[in-house]
């Protein structure tokens, strides 16, 4: 039985491995992996920026910070309120533990994450030696999902143990590709990964969709080139949003700052907008209002 059926059941408690996790929110979460094979083609900020997107609309985002470099917690670092757990504890723990043991809050209305864990570098070599390691996060998530709406994790640059396990947990992968042939080459292989993880381990895992990100206007034959393969080899896995180069995406990661808080009139603030609304009608979700903002978006 998964999660969603206990929850819908009004089961109070999972037991994993004779141990008992308590179930004690309300609310049904969407698991979204963010995930590239190819580092710096906007993954974390994808991340951050799609999950601060979410938080403006009412709803209740929780960012996971799955890559050893840290770079979710440092973007938003002058929001963050420290936290004592790290993720690799809950991990490497001999028994269940619930990831809501990690989870701190933000300054930023509805939008709480896990803390930098430089130690999730070894905990990727260490999962390799423990008996069922492809489900430790996704038995850690399940009451988590019961007090967010959507939970995004930020996997790393590869696919070992670490990523693996935020795949078999997630429910949706969202794939950034830049305008780049490594990039456009990952994806491919990434996809391939989803389908091994589906037939071998028994999951159903969904791609919500491939994100051109880092476009640059003034590279517009290279842009079509590999938007035009992209859009014959994953039709329409493709998404509209198309994710520019913007100045105020760097400036507000090197601040600390959403897009939203450093310039939310900015293009990049607005292309955030645009894929959190087409990811929502896309996975049709379906917020819980934590507090009333009046108009969406």
Known sequence: MS?????????????????????????????????AQKGGVGKTTTSVNLGCAWAQNQTKVLVIDMDPQGHVTSSLRDNLRPGRTLISEILLAERPRDLMDAVVDTD????????ADKQLADTDAQLATRVGREYILKAALANARSHFDVIILDCPPNLGNLTLNALVAADHVLVPCDMSILAFEGVADLIGTVQTV???????LDVAGIVRTRVDGRTRQINDAIGGALADNYGQLLLDTVIPINSALAK???AGLSIYQFDRRSRGADAYLQLAIELENRLGLKATPHVDRGTRY
């Open 3 to 35: 999660v969603r059926d206990l929850l819908s059941a009004g089961i109070s408690k999972l037991k994993a491995h004779g141990d008992e996790i308590a179930i004690t929110g309300k609310r049904r979460g969407t698991v979204l992996a963010v995930a």
């Open 108 to 115: 930023i209305d509805g939008l709480s994450m896990t803390s």
């Open 198 to 204: 589906n037939l071998r381990l028994g999951q159903h």
């Open 252 to 254: 507000s990661q090197a």
